[in-house]
Structures are given as structure tokens and as C-alpha cells.
T-cell receptor, first 117, second 113 residues
Framework: AQKITQTQPGMFVQEKEAVTLDCTYDTSDPSYGLFWYKQPSSGEMIFLIYQGSYDQQNATEGRYSLNFQKARKSANLVISASQLGDSAMYFC??????????????FGKGTKLSVKP | NAGVTQTPKFRILKIGQSMTLQCTQDMNHNYMYWYRQDPGMGLKLIYYSVGAGITDKGEVPNGYNVSRSTTEDFPLRLELAAPSQTSVYFCASDRRLFTDTQYFGPGTRLTVL
């Protein structure tokens, strides 16, 4: 079963508008972390934002925020005031707190965001 | 401030050739990882290491070998290259805490013809 699901293969957003990228996850471990990464066309993986399972508040980092709905097991990334440089692939990932292979990072298939001028 | 470095950046191999992808980190992380990323897809774990001398298989280990003789280095070996191994390979390291991100190298783009 998919542990991380990103249902939007591609999305378009107008420059300066906000956009939400969806991510749902599946785990029975009470301790886990959720991560979002950006991969521009140059190929590098850039860490954007983190949300822990015990965090009471939604994470924010500049124009990035994470809409964390624990009961729904969703961790959507919100980008405010989109810029042309935000055009990239975005990956949601999860790491469980258990030992062994549970500590590995599991990635979704990604969402390709295109920002239109 | 190097972080995770990978060499080479690009490589073209012929079917049946062998090569080693190099990965070095200078953050004193015990945990290191190798991923492959096929076009339009997410990252899939090939192998990981929890410390010098200890490695374990990930999701897609077939056709690859690894070794970890030092904390800093985690090379990935392809013994008999096949077209199915055409991919972008990322090395990463971390402290393996669910509160911590992984730190990725810049990637190696490998083509097998």
C-alpha cells in the first residue's frame, strides 16, 4: 500500500497567487515526520518544510506553510504569492519513528508545479 | 561547507560495463543512503548504511552493491550495467531522526546504452 500519496501529477498557478499541493500519508506509528522537498529542473533536492506528528501548530517557513490535518492524515503544502522560480517538482515524504527500515524516508511520486506569468 | 558530494555528475556506460558512484559527506552522519530517481518519479531507496561496516537493502537493491568502510564514504557499485539502470542517483545522509531532514548530494545522471 502507498504510504505517501500525491494525487496531483501536475498543477498550474498564476504568478502571485497561492497554491496548495496535496499529500496524504498512511502510518500507524504515533511518531513520524513529514517533509516537503522542491526539485527544480536543475535536479537538486531542496528541503522546504517539516511537520512532526506531535507538533500542535502548522509549520511555516517564509512563503511555505504546511496544512497538517492529523485525523485526515493529510499534510498539504501551501505556497503563498507564487513566483516564477517556484516552478518545479515537489515531493512529500514521511519518516516513521520506529527502528530498522521504518526510519527510512518514503517519498510520494511528486507534483509538477508550473507558475504562469 | 561541502555537505554531501557525489562524483561523477554525468556518466554514459555501455551495457555490461561496471562503475562506482562515489559519495562523501562531511557532517559526521552515521546514516547514509542511495536512491534512484527515474524520469517523472519519486525517489526509490537502493541501499542504506547505519554506520561503518553496516549496510542494508532498500526497495530496489538488485544490480547494485555498496560498502561502507568509513563514516564519510558510501560508494555504490554497478557491476553489469543494464539499460534499466539509466536513472539519476542521489546519495544522502542524516542522523535518522524522524524530526530531521536528509541532506542530499547533487545527483549523478547515468545513461546505459
Amino acid at each position: 500500500a502507498q504510504k505517501i500519496t500525491q494525487t496531483q501529477p501536475g498543477m498550474f498557478v498564476q504568478e502571485k497567487e497561492a497554491v496548495t499541493l496535496d499529500c496524504t500519508y498512511d502510518t500507524s506509528d504515533p511518531s513520524y515526520g513529514l517533509f516537503w522537498y522542491k526539485q527544480p529542473s536543475s535536479g537538486e533536492m531542496i528541503f522546504l518544510i517539516y511537520q512532526g506528528s506531535y507538533d500542535q501548530q502548522n509549520a511555516t517557513e517564509g512563503r511555505y506553510s504546511l496544512n497538517f490535518q492529523k485525523a485526515r492524515k493529510s499534510a498539504n503544502l501551501v505556497i503563498s504569492a507564487s513566483q516564477l522560480g517556484d516552478s518545479a517538482m515537489y515531493f512529500c515524504a514521511m519518516r516513521e519513528g520506529g527502528g530498522g527500515s521504518q526510519g527510512n524516508l518514503i517519498f510520494g511520486k511528486g507534483t509538477k508545479l508550473s507558475v504562469k506569468p | 561547507n561541502a555537505g554531501v558530494t557525489q562524483t561523477p555528475k554525468f556518466r554514459i556506460l555501455k551495457i555490461g560495463q561496471s562503475m562506482t558512484l562515489q559519495c562523501t559527506q562531511d557532517m559526521n552522519h552515521n546514516y547514509m543512503y542511495w536512491y534512484r530517481q527515474d524520469p517523472g518519479m519519486g525517489l526509490k531507496l537502493i541501499y542504506y548504511s547505519v554506520g561503518a561496516g553496516i549496510t542494508d537493502k532498500g526497495e530496489v537493491p538488485n544490480g547494485y552493491n555498496v560498502s561502507r568502510s568509513t563514516t564519510e564514504d558510501f560508494p555504490l557499485r554497478l557491476e553489469l550495467a543494464a539499460p534499466s539502470q539509466t536513472s539519476v542517483y542521489f546519495c544522502a545522509s542524516d542522523r535518522r531522526l524522524f524530526t530531521d531532514t536528509q541532506y542530499f548530494g547533487p545527483g549523478t545522471r547515468l545513461t546505459v546504452l
